[in-house]
């Protein structure tokens, strides 16, 4: 069975800081990950695939299958980025196991 | 396009009661999903569909049935409700390749 694990419940940075959210995963396959973000009581929003290699609002997410990880960064956190973020992985049948969560704080 | 449609919004329930809760996608996407949010737990699945005219068991299934009699169509049920199913419910869907679109949830107290 597929795995995520988000170790921080709560991080909390000044602006300005780099921020990191851990998320490492198990799976046995080749994995297929994504970092959601979710705004005060908003729906979740799709921030990054790890195959589109790509960077959101500043954000990016490298896939390290050595240590099995998907860290999601950011050099200068803003005020805006304070929200939930969600790591998942697809599997099977097309579903997304999602991690606990970790919510970002940003601090002026 | 409204993308994913969930309704309703908000619902306070009696223990024992029933209700639907229906989500609605206008992407002609084949999959669906029901997911539950609780606090320090993250989203976890309930059912989900892989095509019109099927089901499956997710993670948490106990306490609800699901229905997709349309592909555009996905309701969640629960017969007789439970306080430990007071949550925030979202729907979501996917085609194959793509990431998941989510509705915008809804928030289910029983008491």
């Known amino acids: 069975a597929q795995r995520v694990t988000q170790p921080e419940k709560l991080l909390s940075v000044f602006k300005g800081a780099p921020v990191e959210l851990k998320c490492n995963y198990s799976?046995?396959?080749?994995?297929?990950l994504f970092w959601y973000v979710q705004y005060s009581r908003q729906r979740l929003q799709l921030l990054l695939r790890?195959?589109s290699r790509e960077s959101i609002k500043g954000f990016t997410a490298d896939l390290n299958k050595g240590e099995t990880s998907f860290h999601l960064k950011k050099p200068f956190a803003q005020e805006e980025d304070s929200a939930m973020y969600y790591c998942?992985?697809?599997?099977?049948?097309?579903?997304?196991?999602f991690g606990t969560g970790t919510q970002l704080k940003v601090e002026l | 396009n409204a993308g994913v449609t969930q309704t309703p919004k908000f619902r306070v329930l009696k223990t024992g009661q029933s209700m639907t809760l229906l989500c609605a996608q206008d992407?002609?996407?084949?999959?669906m999903y029901w997911y539950r949010q609780d606090p320090g737990m993250g989203l976890r699945l309930i059912h989900y569909s892989v095509g019109e005219g099927t089901t499956a068991k997710g993670e948490v299934p106990d306490g609800y049935n699901v229905s997709r009699l349309k592909k555009q169509n996905f309701l969640l049920g629960l017969e007789s409700a439970a306080p430990s199913q007071t949550s925030v419910y979202f729907c979501?869907?996917?085609?194959?390749?793509?990431?998941?679109?989510f509705g915008s949830g809804t928030r289910l107290t029983v008491v």
């Open positions: 799976y046995s396959g080749s994995p297929e």
């Open positions: 998942a992985s697809r599997g099977g049948g097309n579903k997304l196991t």
């Open positions: 992407m002609n996407h084949e999959y």
């Open positions: 790890h195959i």
């Open positions: 979501a869907s996917t085609a194959t390749g793509y990431g998941y679109t």
